[in-house]
């Protein structure tokens, strides 16, 4: 047994397991070692399920034995023994889900998440769960009632959120694989901060069910890898419509894997110039800048375009996530789950429960959201901000008559210090204005390490993808990935 398992792709672990090289507890056993060793300089984890992780794998292990005995390694499923890490915010039966929250204490979720059990049921063993800033609200995995993460490469920093946890977890190589929630960037932005890939699909791409609620028409699930396939194959799984939400879609959902190597001659790549603001990172939009002629010396056509309500995107994703959000968290009352506090009548229980159940952001979004959503101020604000929101979506619809794929940063800045902006929340919301668009748009949107600052820290670029063209994506991001070796790159822990 080896922690070097730890370093291998997905599919060299398929290849591995199917080969008999190693077992499936071997390679558990090579990640679980890992985050022995590193998880206290990180902190990635909120829940870890060691026994219940061994447990699969011995039964995983049984399931190549047998298969191999009748010549049937080929049927089995493509996951099987593949160890990943799930976001807190999302539900595994009978295992704590804390959403990074004191609110819901020690909560045991009662069912798994659809995307999860299709997971499951493709043989991934689910190692643990995932920090996040409390109910996903923030950039840093700081707001977390759990402690912060940190950013592998460097760990005064933070690794974004808010699926940090996610995103760390990968990048420290402690899983190959892990799971995250996307409402306004949480899946991408930490992709970017930690040097590791990830995908915010359409929104209805992957059911909901079981994904803790921020902002709903917002909210997204999906992924985090190493590499765009490796990424490809767990949405791929992941994906599909599902009755239990009502907003899935019933699109077919392709085998990304299959075209994936396709190349990307006479792609129409289109650059918005608003992405390419003053403020930025000098270092970020150079190498953006690089990675779009490398683009162009693979065949790609560069077009350079304009999404001109891009400035609105702040101020309309400010209103719309803390309004629905607002709604979304009045169930956390006390009343039937959660940690329950109480001094007195019913009503100094909702008080006290929320009062200190929640941590100061969440509370901050709760406020702005019943106020915009308040009598009288409704049209004003949550109104007006959906209204507006139609103009950033017609702008992508606009941008995509002539291109493919639209290429942007994916952050203003690399990894931040911890505690950077601690007294500042609008420091900290500007974090989110290239990622922000894509959700408010229902847009897929992919973030993968294109070169490093001055400071040895990851720089991510970003493609977004028309709606359910995530496959245009995945083939996008393996033709650069093939010709370059970014990805490749792992932090000197
Ligand atoms: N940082 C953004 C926020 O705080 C996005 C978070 C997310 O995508 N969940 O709302």
């Given at each position: 047994m080896s922690a070097d398992l730890t370093f291998l792709s997905i599919f060299e672990m398929q290849a591995g397991l199917r080969s008999g090289d190693f077992s499936c507890t071997e390679l558990l056993e090579g990640h679980l070692q890992r985050i022995h060793i590193f998880e206290?300089?990180?902190?990635?984890?909120?829940?870890?399920?060691?026994?219940?992780?061994?447990?699969?794998?011995?039964?995983?292990?049984?399931?190549?034995?047998?298969?191999?005995?009748?010549?049937?390694?080929?049927?089995?499923?493509?996951?099987?023994?593949?160890p990943i890490?799930?976001?807190?915010?999302?539900?595994?039966?009978?295992?704590?889900?804390?959403?990074?929250?004191?609110?819901?204490?020690?909560?045991?979720?009662?069912?798994?998440?659809?995307?999860?059990?299709?997971?499951?049921?493709?043989g991934a063993i689910i190692i643990g769960k995932t920090n996040t800033d409390e109910f996903a609200m923030?950039?840093?995995?700081?707001?977390?009632?759990?402690?912060?993460?940190?950013?592998p490469w460097d760990t005064t920093r933070v690794p974004g959120g808010s699926s940090g946890g996610s995103a760390a977890a990968v990048a420290a190589r402690m899983v190959p694989a892990a799971i995250g929630s996307d409402t306004g960037g949480s899946i991408r932005q930490p992709a970017a901060?930690?040097?590791?890939?990830?995908?915010?699909?359409?929104?209805?791409?992957?059911?909901?069910y079981g994904l803790v609620a921020y902002g709903s028409s917002l909210d997204s699930m999906g992924a985090f890898a190493r590499s765009g396939a490796e990424t490809a194959l767990l949405i791929g799984i992941m994906a599909g419509l599902d009755k239990m939400d009502?907003?899935?879609?019933?699109?077919?959902?392709?085998?990304?894997?299959?075209?994936?190597?396709?190349?990307?001659?006479?792609?129409?790549?289109?650059?918005?110039?608003?992405?390419?603001?003053?403020?930025?990172?000098?270092?970020?939009s150079n190498t953006i800048k690089e990675s779009i002629e490398t683009y162009r010396s693979l065949g790609a056509e560069i077009i350079?375009?304009?999404?001109?309500?891009?400035?609105?995107?702040?101020?309309?994703?400010?209103?719309?996530?803390?309004?629905?959000?607002?709604?979304?968290?009045?169930?956390?009352?006390g009343v039937r789950f959660g940690a329950r506090q109480s001094t007195g009548s019913m009503i100094d229980m909702f008080f006290d429960t929320r009062g200190q159940g929640f941590g100061q952001e969440v509370k901050r979004r709760i406020m702005l959201g019943t106020y915009a959503l308040s009598a009288g101020y409704y049209d004003a604000y949550y109104g007006q901000a959906q209204k507006v929101r139609t103009l950033i979506k017609q702008d992508f619809e606009k941008a995509f008559e002539s291109v493919d794929v639209i290429a942007c940063p994916?952050?203003?800045?690399?990894?931040?210090?911890?505690?950077?902006?601690?007294?500042?929340?609008?420091?900290m919301y500007l974090e989110d204005v290239?990622?922000?668009?894509?959700?408010?748009?229902?847009?897929?949107?992919?973030?993968f390490p294109v070169g490093v600052d001055s400071y040895k820290l990851p720089i991510g670029m970003q493609l977004m993808g028309k709606r359910f063209e995530e496959e245009t994506l995945f083939q996008a991001v393996q033709a650069f990935q093939q010709s370059t070796t970014f990805h490749l790159q792992y932090p000197a822990l």
């Open positions: 206290p300089r990180i902190h990635a984890f909120i829940t870890l399920v060691e026994e219940s992780a061994r447990t699969e794998a011995k039964k995983a292990d049984s399931r190549f034995v047998d298969a191999r005995k009748v010549n049937q390694i080929d049927q089995l499923p493509a996951l099987l023994g593949i890490a799930v976001k807190d915010l999302i539900t595994v039966k009978d295992v704590r889900c804390s959403c990074g929250s004191k609110v819901l204490g020690n909560w045991i979720a009662p069912f798994t998440a659809t995307a999860v059990q299709h997971l499951i049921n493709a923030g950039s840093s995995t700081e707001t977390s009632a759990f402690g912060p993460t940190f950013n901060f930690c040097g590791v890939t990830g995908m915010k699909p359409s929104y209805g791409r992957v059911s909901r009502s907003t899935s879609a019933a699109q077919p959902v392709p085998d990304y894997l299959k075209k994936i190597e396709n190349g990307i001659k006479r792609l129409r790549l289109g650059v918005p110039r608003e992405y390419f603001i003053e403020g930025i990172q000098p270092e970020i350079e375009i304009s999404l001109p309500h891009t400035k609105y995107a702040l101020p309309v994703y400010y209103l719309i996530a803390p309004a629905e959000a607002s709604a979304n968290l009045a169930r956390y009352d994916v952050t203003p800045t690399t990894a931040f210090k911890v505690g950077e902006h601690g007294d500042d929340p609008l420091a290239f990622t922000l668009p894509a959700n408010l748009a229902g847009v897929p949107g992919i973030a």
